[in-house]
């Protein structure tokens, strides 16, 4: 069973920074495109980074410059690290894995505030 934890969240003033962290039981992040999406209430879930199997990399254009996603294939984790961080950040953050045979797994959420 594919389970996906994230961790990191938080409350920070704008211009600081975070860490999530999403940890991945079940399948192995290094073959499998890891994404993180991001909701706020109200609105469809927003993909904000990707990172493929073979290490290619994207990002929202919102975020370009700001955000780096990264994967540990030891410790089987993603991460965002997210600088000069917005108020418009600030959302519910998922964690997902999308198998190749099309299956999508997410994680619970953590949650991200960027006060102004």
């Known amino acids: 069973q594919v389970q996906l934890v994230e961790s990191g969240g938080g409350l920070v003033q704008a211009g600081g920074s975070l860490r999530l962290s999403c940890a991945v039981s079940?399948?192995?992040?290094?073959?499998?495109?890891m994404r993180w999406y991001r909701q706020t209430p109200g609105k469809q879930r927003e993909l904000v980074a990707f990172?493929?199997?073979?290490?290619?990399?994207n990002y929202e254009d919102s975020v370009k410059g700001r955000f780096t996603i990264s994967r540990d294939n030891a410790k089987n984790a993603i991460y965002l690290q997210m600088n000069n961080l917005k108020p418009e950040d600030t959302a519910l953050y998922y964690c997902n894995l999308y198998k190749a045979d099309g299956l999508n797994y997410w994680g619970q959420g953590t949650q991200v505030t960027v006060s102004s």
């Open positions: 990172i493929g199997s073979v290490g290619i990399r």
């Open positions: 079940g399948s192995s992040v290094s073959i499998n495109t």
